[in-house]
């Protein structure tokens, strides 16, 4: 059976746990998750914890190659883990960033990103400018102020309003599509369609990362 391991580069186990309760594998396939080990960032909100995450996860991940057929960075940044993966593999790795901008272009229209704190505002929308070359289906970034461990110990109510509002000023500026720009925003979509409706549709990068990497895998790529 081919199986998938999900990588969660901070050490904060309730993240894990989130993405384990919202992901479910086609019955033909297995996901395995991995926390950072002990001693790396509790939570990634800055280059420098983006780095000290890759170089502390990585020793753990490279015994683990051989065993999966594909890999998913569950940190919403272009994440310098994705790249040490894919020195050491040609296996698929993929980061959920890269997977959230692939499938929000596919639907159409222009795309907008809601994330945690206002650091990622200036680091985000120079990793789409990056990867795609182009803002124009860009329609920005935006936090909601809230750190990664806040969005699973501030109240529903306060997290809930926070991603509302910053959907509102997404769309607001265009966007038809939003990203959940945090893998702790993994199955809060319904925050977004309270307060924006349901015709704004909601890219969970999680859920595309490992549709995008079953696809390859059954391809044989």
Known sequence: MPSILVINPNSSRSVSVTLKQILRPPTEFHYDYFTAPEGGPLQIDSVTTEITSAANCLPALIPLLDKYEGFLVACYSDHPLVH?????????????????????????????????????????SDAVRAFLGSETLFAGTFSTGLGVLELHDAS?????????????????????????GCAGMAGMEEAITKAVGDKIRVVDGVVAGVEVLVG???SGH
């Open 156 to 180: 529903a109510d306060v997290v809930s309003q926070r991603i509302g509002d910053a959907a509102i000023r997404a769309v607001a500026n265009g966007a038809s599509v939003i990203c959940l």
């Open 216 to 218: 390859l895998i059954r």
């Open 84 to 124: 040490c993966l894919k020195e050491q593999t040609s296996k698929p790795v993929l980061g959920i960033f890269q997977a959230s901008v692939l499938h929000s272009i596919a639907l159409g229209g222009k795309f907008a990103i809601v994330t945690t704190v206002k650091i990622w505002e200036v680091l985000l």
